[in-house]
């Protein structure tokens, strides 16, 4: 069976620091990979999504960057963090037109 | 474009007792329509789904929904909560057939089930 998985699952970082998180998926090959934010009280936005390796589309302009370097993985990162980056941000993958999430990762930006 | 209005961000409600959970939407094309739940610090399950034939969809966890084309809702139920039900609910929609990159989720709501 498929699993999705992300790390890490909480991260504290100051103002202007990098951010690296990373996703990966098990049991299937060639999926679309998204990366989701979920601010506090609101739904999920689409950040970025992904249909290959090095394919990667964003839906929304900001201060985050995303890569895929091989089939089963995709990376969320930035440069320099600011205060409106932190949130909860979850990957997923799709099958069939559905989407599976992973466990998510919470960013708390100082 | 569609979007999605969750009409209310908290619902709380005793254990044992009926549940529903409303979700509008809008959109100018057919639709799918599905029901996720996040238990807190987790990713998102899905609940159920409509894609098309019985307006009336079972889901898991003894969840249902009904679509409603005329009303442009799909509100969720359970005729009877239990503790473990406490979670936040997301109703989302898609153009069909379109892509899951058109995913439009609500706003959200917080169930939480008292003893």
């Known amino acids: 069976s498929q699993t999705i998985h992300q790390w890490p699952a909480t991260l504290v970082q100051p103002v202007g620091s990098p951010l690296s998180l990373e996703c990966t998926v098990e049991?299937?090959?060639?999926?679309?990979l998204y990366w989701y934010r979920q601010a506090a009280g609101r739904g999920l936005q689409l950040l970025f999504y992904?249909?290959?390796?090095?394919?990667i589309s964003s839906e929304v302009p900001q201060n985050l960057s995303a890569s895929r370097p091989q089939d089963r993985q995709f990376i969320l990162s930035s440069k320099k963090l600011l205060l409106s980056d932190s949130g909860f941000y979850l990957c997923?993958?799709?099958?069939?037109?559905?989407?599976?999430f992973g466990e998510g990762s919470r960013l708390t930006v100082l | 474009a569609q979007s999605v209005t969750q009409l209310d961000s908290q619902v709380p409600v005793f254990e044992e007792a009926p549940v529903e959970l409303r979700c509008n939407y809008s959109?100018?094309?057919?639709?799918?329509l599905f029901w996720y739940v996040q238990y807190p610090n987790q990713g998102l399950q899905l609940l159920l789904k409509?894609?098309?034939?019985?307006?009336l969809v079972k889901g898991i966890n003894g969840f249902e929904a009904e679509f409603n084309k005329s009303q442009t809702s799909f509100h969720l139920r359970k005729p009877s909560v239990h503790i473990s039900d406490t979670a936040e609910y997301f109703c989302?929609?898609?153009?069909?057939?379109?892509?899951?990159?058109?995913?439009?989720f609500g706003s959200g709501t917080q169930l939480t089930v008292l003893p």
């Open positions: 997923a993958w799709r099958e069939t037109g559905e989407l599976f």
């Open positions: 409509y894609l098309s034939g019985s307006t």
């Open positions: 049991g299937t090959s060639n999926p679309n």
């Open positions: 959109s100018s094309v057919s639709v799918y």
């Open positions: 989302a929609v898609r153009s069909a057939p379109g892509s899951a990159r058109q995913l439009t």
């Open positions: 992904s249909v290959g390796i090095g394919q």
